[in-house]
């Protein structure tokens, strides 16, 4: 579909979107599944990374099959180690890495059916022993992002607001002597935007900041965490950014063949979406063809970025529904890794009064919970 063609925007208003959402849910949790289930000593990075991405387009393409309609990838599968804050997704005619013993484990991508997008991050610990839980600051920077994530969830909401979910975020951290990352914004989902300009920033600073919003009804939100154990300071390094997003809005006659030829296929297969240089077929063409579309501000990357060596990034990222009587996760939160950590919540009741929300905003039901002060999913992880 050519999205300049779109004339009525979409919304949760329509059940056909929302099952468009949750089809894609569906096989984000699949794949997901698929994935994790690899994530072990001795295998290659950029071999779990194309394997994810290939799967992403099998499973896309087993569904709404009547109509002619986009689906596949909605954010290529990156897989960042340890202190790599995010978006390594390597070619592998450069990158050999493979996952070791003890590794801190981020899988991030995203499912698009008809423009309709499901992202989804995980946190792991490669060969981890499932009776033998992990402490340490990898333990800390995995409760935090876990805690911030399930607290934002709570607070997504009809009439919250972006900024009662930046300072959660912020406590949380505090309680686990974590830092949020600089930089990392949850955005608004609409179709075929995957980053809509209401937006929640995890660290304000004074050299970024948004506006403040409210949530409403029928929204949707891309919820992105990112905890370190460090300062929460990025920058890129060595690694070759190969993830890249058309900026539709600029236009320029590029004059090499190598750069029209990646712009073809760009504009056919992503018009709206991030692409890997990897899909683009032949690696090296690719790299030429993008510089040029770069300089002329055609795409711009998503850059490869390092927290100081010896620290722990952990990540969860889910989308939010925002419906009538719930705020419903996409997909459906996976079990946190086996971890213990110094550190508890349990002494702070701010967190302690946004866990025990209910997601749900049936009036009976919610008194109920209310009563019974039950605390969803937090039983799930031993923060003792």
């Excluded at 849910?25 to 990075?45: D, G, Q």
């Excluded at 992105?224 to 690694?239: F, P």
């Amino acid at each position: 579909m050519d999205i300049d063609e779109q004339e009525v925007e979409l919304d949760l208003s329509e059940p056909a979107v929302v099952d468009k959402y949750k089809a894609a849910a569906e096989v984000a949790s699949a794949v997901m599944a698929k994935i994790l289930a690899h994530i072990v000593p001795e295998k290659s990075i950029v071999e779990l990374c194309a394997a994810a991405d290939k799967e992403i387009e099998d499973e896309t393409a087993k569904i709404y099959n009547k109509v002619k309609m986009d689906k596949g990838i909605a954010f290529p599968t990156c897989i960042s180690v340890n202190n790599c804050a995010g978006h390594f997704s390597p070619l592998a005619s450069e990158d050999k890495t493979l996952l070791k013993q003890g590794d801190l484990v981020k899988i991030d991508f995203g499912v698009h059916i008809d423009g309709f997008i499901v992202q989804i991050a995980h946190t792991i610990v490669c060969g981890q022993n499932p009776e033998v839980p992990t402490s340490g600051r990898a333990a800390d920077a995995v409760c935090a992002a876990y805690f911030a994530a399930e607290c934002v969830h709570r607070l997504i909401r009809p009439g919250g607001t972006n900024k009662s979910c930046t300072e959660v975020i912020g406590k949380v951290a505090e309680v686990f002597q974590c830092k949020p990352v600089e930089g990392v914004l949850s955005h608004q989902l609409k179709q075929y935007i995957i980053d809509g300009s209401k937006t929640i920033i995890q660290r304000p600073d004074v050299d970024q900041q948004v506006e403040d919003i409210t949530f409403e009804v029928n929204e949707v939100y891309c919820v992105d965490i990112v905890m370190s154990t460090g300062e929460g300071k990025v920058s890129q390094r060595d690694a070759r950014t190969t993830i890249f997003k058309r900026q539709l809005d600029q236009s320029y006659q590029l004059k090499s063949k190598h750069a029209r030829a990646v712009f073809s296929q760009v504009s056919k297969k992503y018009q709206s979406m991030p692409f890997n240089l990897r899909s683009l077929g032949m690696e090296n063409e690719a790299k030429f063809g993008i510089v040029e579309m770069l300089n002329h501000d055609l795409v711009v990357g998503y850059p490869v970025l390092y927290e100081k060596d010896g620290e722990y990034v952990a990540q969860i990222k889910f989308t939010a529904l925002v419906l009538p009587n719930s705020t419903t996760r996409l997909p459906n939160p996976l079990p946190p890794p086996f971890v213990s950590s110094a550190f508890s919540i349990d002494s702070v009741p701010e967190i302690q009064k946004v866990m025990a929300m209910s997601t749900k905003r049936n009036k009976k039901k919610a008194k109920k919970k209310a009563a019974t002060g039950s605390v969803a999913d937090a039983d799930e992880m031993d923060t003792e």
